[in-house]
């Protein structure tokens, strides 16, 4: 009964940069009516992998039913960066699938890199697959033309670009509920046919200020 109201947001992560903050999830309404309850304890509502548009633990009124059994993480330091290593096998059963998420952050902190892996045995095809990276609704964002990466805008005007290899980036609707449920946009990473991981980079960049009239 603890986890009546537990999430299937397994290996999701979030990124505040100061006090701007950049890559959320979607947040909870356990007060809610089920659907929509539901849809925010989705893997979908997550910054995280999803393996094709199925929850990496299943959802019951009561709680969890399937759900990952094994969950590894190791994280390392070393001059100042950090490195996390992740696993979990919620979609064993189904797809025998595990998941590897492997995150560096730079000494600096504008250097977020990361690769997400799906493993499957050896005859089997991997799965289509998607990785979400929502956004704070202060965050602006637009879509390269070439759809090769996504540049975001903080409150404070600091920029940031996600890019990505293996996949095409995309730009969707999200929805964020810090408080009041506020509409939102999140990063679609989606992988390309026959793909097995995505990298990934989210790094600050400098944006063009708003133009002044000339003299």
């Known amino acids: 009964g603890a986890?009546?109201?537990a999430h299937a947001g397994t290996l999701a992560f979030e990124m505040s940069v100061g006090r701007d903050r950049l890559i959320v999830n979607c947040g909870a309404a356990p007060a809610a009516e089920e659907a929509w309850r539901d849809a925010l304890?989705?893997?979908a509502a997550h910054s995280t992998l999803v393996l094709s548009?199925?929850?990496s633990s299943e959802l019951r009124p009561d709680g969890l039913g399937r759900r990952p059994e094994q969950v590894e993480t190791a994280r390392?330091?070393?001059?100042?960066a950090q490195w996390l290593e992740a696993s979990h096998d919620g979609w064993r059963r189904g797809f025998g699938a595990l998941h590897r998420r492997r995150l560096y952050l730079?000494?600096?902190g504008d250097d977020l890199r990361g690769e997400d892996m799906v493993e499957v045995p050896g005859d089997v095809a991997v799965p289509g697959f998607a990785i979400r990276?929502?956004?704070?609704?202060g965050v602006s964002a637009s879509l390269l033309q070439d759809e090769s990466a996504a540049l975001l805008r903080l409150p404070s005007g600091i920029g940031w670009k996600i890019r990505a290899k293996g996949a095409r980036?995309?730009?969707e609707d999200s929805v964020y509920l810090g408080g009041e449920p506020r509409r939102s946009n999140q990063v679609v990473l989606i992988a390309e046919e026959g793909?097995?991981?995505?990298?990934?980079?989210?790094?600050?960049?400098?944006?063009?200020?708003?133009?002044?009239?000339e003299e």
């Open 169 to 171: 980036v995309a730009l």
């Open 133 to 137: 990276f929502h956004l704070h609704p």
């Open 3 to 5: 986890d009546r109201f």
């Open 53 to 55: 548009d199925t929850n």
């Open 195 to 213: 793909e097995a991981s995505i990298q990934w980079a989210i790094t600050r960049v400098s944006m063009p200020g708003p133009a002044t009239p």
């Open 76 to 80: 390392h330091e070393a001059a100042g």
């Open 41 to 43: 304890r989705a893997t």
């Open 106 to 108: 730079a000494e600096s």
